[in-house]
């Protein structure tokens, strides 16, 4: 069994969250010719849950694909992917400033829900695993959004906010999983792992 495993995903805190359990990986990332953000695309009345699962689904075939195509070494591929959803209403990562500012507003004083799919594929197996979260923001005025857009934090990340940064300030409550609002559940990540013999059963 291997000791390692690829993870395909850009994200700098799901490889720190890898670490935490203690696992070895080496970055499996998109060639510059692969269309990676066309793989987000909300289809029309998708609910959340839905989008979540099938967008993991998509970059981990595609990632199995980049795997091949490179005659890289074998070892067992992660994807994950986090979605943050108002009700039915999907917000992804903000396209500027103002976008962030948008969804804050959304946010602020209300519960929503943070989805977060898992996948790995070892060989020509899969599995997949998912974890919801709730997360409550308090009341929040325009200059508190405007400092924390001001930030840079929001950007690249779903539904503008980073939970283990700046925005955890004005977090109210949390349901669920830390670790899958950051991007990645440790404990559904480390039951797919032990599938794979990467940790111990």
Request: with cysteine; net charge negative.
């Amino acid at each position: 069994m291997s000791s390692w495993i690829y993870l395909a995903s850009q994200s700098p805190r799901r490889s720190q969250l890898l670490q935490q359990l203690g696992i070895a990986h080496e970055l499996l990332l998109a060639d510059a010719d692969e269309d990676a953000e066309s793989l987000e695309a909300v289809l029309p009345g998708e609910a959340p849950v839905d989008y979540v699962q099938r967008v993991t689904r998509l970059k981990l075939d595609a990632a199995v694909l980049r795997h091949a195509r490179r005659a890289a070494r074998p070892a067992p591929i992660l994807c994950a992917d986090t979605t943050v959803a108002l009700g039915a209403q999907i917000l992804g990562k903000p396209v500027d400033a103002d976008d962030a500012a948008r969804m804050l507003t959304q946010l602020a004083g209300q519960e929503h829900q943070v989805f977060t799919a898992v996948a790995l594929a070892s060989g020509t197996r899969q599995w997949s695993a998912l974890s919801v979260s709730q997360v409550r923001f308090a009341a929040m005025t325009s200059a508190q959004i405007a400092a924390y857009v001001a930030s840079g934090e929001p950007m690249g990340k779903a539904g503008a906010y980073g939970v283990q940064g700046l925005a955890a300030a004005h977090i109210a409550h949390i349901a669920g999983s830390y670790s899958s609002i950051m991007g990645l559940p440790l404990f559904e990540t480390a039951q797919l792992l032990r599938e794979v013999g990467v940790l111990q059963p």
